[in-house]
């Protein structure tokens, strides 16, 4: 029938009118993040051994890690830089961890228009995931809490 297919759009129109919107007004509204959202990588100093699996895991080039030897057979993670203008968000290097050192969660608080500053260093990268843990009762997002110390340090940072 001729106008049939109009009168089933205006029905889902009109069914639709009287409920509540489902858009929200970022940044003003933010919508509730699951726990384990792949939103960002988030890099907690305190666990990386500098041991670069991470950086080995992933397909992008992503990853820079360079370390200096340190006392007892361990390392001093000199620089830790992610390239998030070419990352994929794979999640490669979470998985490809041993320690849980790098992990998904966070925000969308660092969403930025300017390109050049999606590199990050292990400065940026250090107070996101500081920020984050303060956000988050200091839980790490796959559950675990974070030690005694790097709460104290947090908190001395204020
Ligand atoms: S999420 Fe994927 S592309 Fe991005 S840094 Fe990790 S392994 Fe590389
Ligand atoms: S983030 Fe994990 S895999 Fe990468 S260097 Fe640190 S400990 Fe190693």
Redesign the pocket.
């Known amino acids: 029938m001729y106008g049939l297919g109009m009168l089933k759009g205006l029905m889902v129109t009109f069914k639709h009118i009287f409920k509540p919107p489902t858009t929200i007004q970022y940044p003003e509204e933010v919508r509730p993040i699951p726990s384990r959202a ?1 939103t960002n ?1 988030i890099w907690f100093e305190e666990r990386c051994t500098g041991c670069s699996t ?1 950086a080995q ?7 820079l890690v360079a370390t200096s030897p340190a006392e007892g057979g361990e390392f001093n993670v000199d620089r830790y830089e ?3 203008r ?9 998985e ?1 961890c041993p320690y849980n050192a ?1 992990q ?1 969660g966070g925000t969308y608080k660092d969403v930025t228009d300017d390109f050049e500053s999606m590199y990050r260093d292990k400065h940026a990268l250090t107070k996101f995931a500081h920020d984050y843990l303060k956000e988050n009762d200091f839980m790490y997002p796959h559950g675990q809490r974070a030690p005694k110390e790097t709460i104290e340090l947090i908190e001395r940072e204020g």
């Open positions: 792949r990588l991470c895991a992933c397909p992008d080039g992503c990853i992610i390239d998030f070419i990352c994929m968000y794979c999640g490669l290097c979470t490809a790098i998904a």
